[in-house]
């Protein structure tokens, strides 16, 4: 069973910076995919950032210029740098990983953003 730990939400004021961290209990380099999802009160969960094993990222539109995803796969942790951050930003943010053997989900991390 993979653990992914999840640090670095909090509260920011609009305009500011916060770094999210996934850290798996897993060696990440055969991970096929990984990607920041969010999920605000009374909406459904939606994919934020992706990355693949080769490196290629996607981002939701409303992010794209403002978030960056990355990986560490000496530290086996995926990060999401977040810049510029609204209040329609806020969320809880969960990190999933998907291994060709299973597909994994971290406990999630609160990211409030006030105007």
Known sequence: QVQLVESGGGLVQA?????????????IFSV???GWYRQAPGKQRELV???TS???TNYLDSVKGRFT???DNAKNTL???MN???PEDTAVYYC????FWGNYWGQGTQVTVSS
């Open 79 to 81: 990060y999401l740098q």
């Open 96 to 99: 999933n990983m998907q291994w």
């Open 49 to 51: 950032a992706g990355i």
């Open 32 to 34: 096929n995919a990984m």
């Open 54 to 56: 080769d490196t290629s």
């Open 69 to 71: 995803i990355s990986r």
């Open 84 to 86: 510029s951050l609204k």
């Open 15 to 27: 305009g500011g910076s916060l770094r999210l961290s996934c850290a798996a209990s897993a060696r």
